[in-house]
């Protein structure tokens, strides 16, 4: 608890450095409480929650499609931007799928891109983690106005 207490005393000094209103708030991915209102401007940012998953993301997409957020970033380790054909990335693949981290999370993106439903603004991979996996890779995206 000590260390949530830390984090939460990092993100509001943030908040106030930079001029933001920060709130940190915890809720469910596989079943988002509806009632919690995401206000206009704002921001969702994601951090190592989204592999813990299980691929069981589709709730939360819909709740942050019908919340509009202005912009939502996610980093997690992401399957979709490993190489097979690298002998590195291909143990990741294996121990990402063998942990069972989320998969599909990108290429989902992708999907409600190609209909129109959000605006994928930056995918990176920043080759940056342990040899089992990169958990810093992000994807920043938007849901549009339809």
Known sequence: MDEIKGISGIIKSLGSIF???????????????????????????????????????????????????????????????????????????????????TENFLTRLKELEKQNKIEILKVKRLFFGSLYMEGFSYIIWRPKDV
């Open 19 to 101: 001029s933001f209103s920060i709130m940190l708030c915890s809720i469910s991915p596989i079943s988002p409480d509806e009632k919690f209102e995401i206000k206009n401007n704002s921001a969702v940012f994601t951090f190592g929650s989204v592999e813990q998953l299980a691929s069981k993301f589709d709730a939360f997409l819909q709740y942050l499609l019908k919340s509009k957020p202005k912009l939502c970033i996610h980093m997690e380790p992401t399957i979709e931007l490993y190489d097979e054909n690298n002998f590195i990335d291909y143990l990741a693949i294996k121990f990402h799928k063998k942990r069972g981290y």
